[in-house]
């Protein structure tokens, strides 16, 4: 059974950092691209950043671009998204998700995402 | 950037059909994916590549896509259908990009 489990979420102040990791099991974590998607409260859905198998392409969005780092160790099955300079729109449920083997880049599996709190 | 829109709600009494749109430009060139989303939970894929379903998704969800509309289907509605709805696509510009989300109810 294909797991992802999200940590690493909290309250954190305008302009701090937090690093979330996502642990995989239930399949051969290094043959998927990972991906963070976030959901603000009350908001849709929002892609975050995108990285390949091998880390070789890493994808990010306009709006994180330059604060946020995503990373993974295939050793470890795990997926991380450092995240910097932290501003109140980063609030937001932040889920890892399984990339599609298909052709059309969606994502397949979701985990139950991680709460991040932006406030002073 | 690429925009992906669909209607805010969309009312199905049980039994019935519900259809939910997503427009885009020229959408039907591109793969449209869909999730099912209930309250408090994470994201369910139901319709991959325009109109593939995974395993464990019952046949009442079908998808379309062509032209500038994609559309999912849901036949047979039943009250456990009652999420938000979203698409989503790929574009060279934007990179993935998510519809606005379509809110089901079961009358």
């Known amino acids: 059974e294909v797991q992802l489990v999200e940590s690493g979420g909290g309250l954190v102040k305008p302009g701090g950092s937090l690093r979330l990791s996502c642990a995989a099991s239930?399949?051969?974590?290094?043959?998927?691209?990972m991906n963070w998607v976030r959901q603000a409260p009350g908001k849709g859905l929002e892609w975050v950043s995108s990285?390949?198998?091998?880390?070789?392409?890493?994808y990010y969005a306009d709006s994180v671009k330059g604060r946020f780092t995503i990373s993974r160790d295939n050793a470890k099955n795990s997926l991380y998204l450092q995240m910097n300079s932290l501003r109140a729109e980063d609030t937001a449920v932040y889920y890892c998700?399984?990339?599609?083997?298909?052709?059309?880049?969606?994502?397949?599996?979701w985990g139950q995402g991680t709460l991040v709190t932006v406030s002073s | 950037s690429y925009v992906l829109t669909q209607p805010p709600s969309v009312s199905v009494a049980p039994g019935q059909t519900a259809r939910i749109t997503c427009g885009g430009n020229?959408?039907?060139?591109?793969?449209v994916h869909w999730y099912q989303q209930k309250p408090g939970q994470a994201p369910v894929l139901v319709v991959y590549?325009?109109?593939d379903r995974p395993s464990g998704i019952p046949e009442r969800f079908s998808g379309s896509n062509s032209g500038n509309t994609a559309t999912l289907t849901i036949s047979r509605v039943e009250a456990g259908d009652e999420a938000d709805y979203y698409c989503?696509?790929?574009?060279?510009?934007?990179?993935?990009?998510f519809g606005t989300g379509t809110k089901v109810t079961v009358l």
């Open positions: 239930g399949f051969t974590f290094s043959s998927y691209s």
């Open positions: 020229n959408i039907g060139s591109k793969s």
């Open positions: 590549d325009d109109s």
């Open positions: 990285i390949s198998s091998s880390s070789s392409y890493i």
């Open positions: 998700a399984r990339g599609l083997l298909s052709s059309g880049f969606g994502f397949d599996y």
């Open positions: 989503q696509v790929w574009d060279s510009s934007s990179d993935y990009v």
